[in-house]
T-cell receptor
Framework: DTAVSQTPKYLVTQMGNDKSIKCEQN?????MYWYKQDSKKFLKIMFS???????INETVPNRFSPKSPDKAHLNLHINSLELGDSAVYFC??????????????FGQGTRLTVV | AQSVTQLDSHVSVSEGTPVLLRCNYS??????LFWYVQHPNKGLQLLLK??????LVKGINGFEAEFKKSETSFHLTKPSAHMSDAAEYFC??????????FGAGTRLFVKA
């Protein structure tokens, strides 16, 4: 069973389109994240949700809107896609609750290519 | 504020020789520290973690790391490199679970 699953794995789309990436975790974790990995492999946190509440929003353009319908899901919607949005997006989850820290479990990533 | 610095962007070793990947951190809290590995076109896998227990942490695949508070370091080592260890390695610092900061990564090359 896949612990953190993202769909789609690959996404090629034209500039200006709107797209969504879905993420689900079956680990019972309270916290979920979205990370962006650029072409130089640098990973940067975008959002963090804890029990469906937004905890971290790291200077991300408002074209990016996360949505968490329940604590097992954190979807990422991107409006008006730009060339610079091309990257690999990773979803992750952890038990982190502010009282203790555990490791994050990552999905396999979604490679987004904007043409 | 937290930060993490991986001191080498690339490390090249011969198969069977030791591996050392260096990481320094700064944190306002007692940090949790992790090492993750990413093989080409794959997701990230946890190698090991430090969460204020033993300072020498053993992980998977023969890797270990030592937390040195005085040096604010958390270097990753392995006694003998294997070809399958070739990958990107990330040092990570976390504050109580809500925010994790990744280092820039170190690409490990293993020569036959």
């Amino acid at each position: 069973d896949t612990a953190v699953s993202q769909t789609p794995k690959y996404l090629v789309t034209q500039m200006g389109n709107d797209k969504s990436i879905k993420c689900e975790q079956n680990l019972g974790h309270d916290t979920m994240y979205w990370y962006k990995q650029d072409s130089k492999k640098f990973l940067k946190i975008m959002f963090s949700y804890n029990n469906k509440e937004l905890i971290i929003n790291e200077t991300v353009p408002n074209r990016f809107s996360p949505k968490s319908p329940d604590k097992a899901h954190l979807n990422l919607h991107i409006n008006s896609l730009e060339l610079g949005d091309s990257a690999v997006y990773f979803c992750a989850s952890s038990l982190g609750t502010g009282q203790g820290t555990t490791e994050a479990f990552f999905g396999q990533g979604t490679r987004l290519t904007v043409v | 504020a937290q930060s993490v610095t991986q001191l080498d962007s690339h490390v090249s070793v011969s198969e069977g020789t030791p591996v050392l990947l260096r990481c320094n951190y700064s944190s306002s809290y007692s940090p949790s520290l992790f090492w993750y590995v990413q093989h080409p076109n794959k997701g990230l896998q946890l190698l090991l973690k430090y969460t204020s227990a033993a300072t020498l942490v053993k992980g998977i695949n023969g890797f270990e790391a030592e937390f040195k508070k005085s040096e604010t370091s958390f270097h990753l080592t392995k006694p003998s490199a294997h070809m399958s260890d070739a990958a990107e390695y990330f040092c990570v610092v976390s504050d109580r679970g809500f925010k994790t900061i990744f280092g820039a990564g170190t690409r490990l090359f293993v020569k036959a």
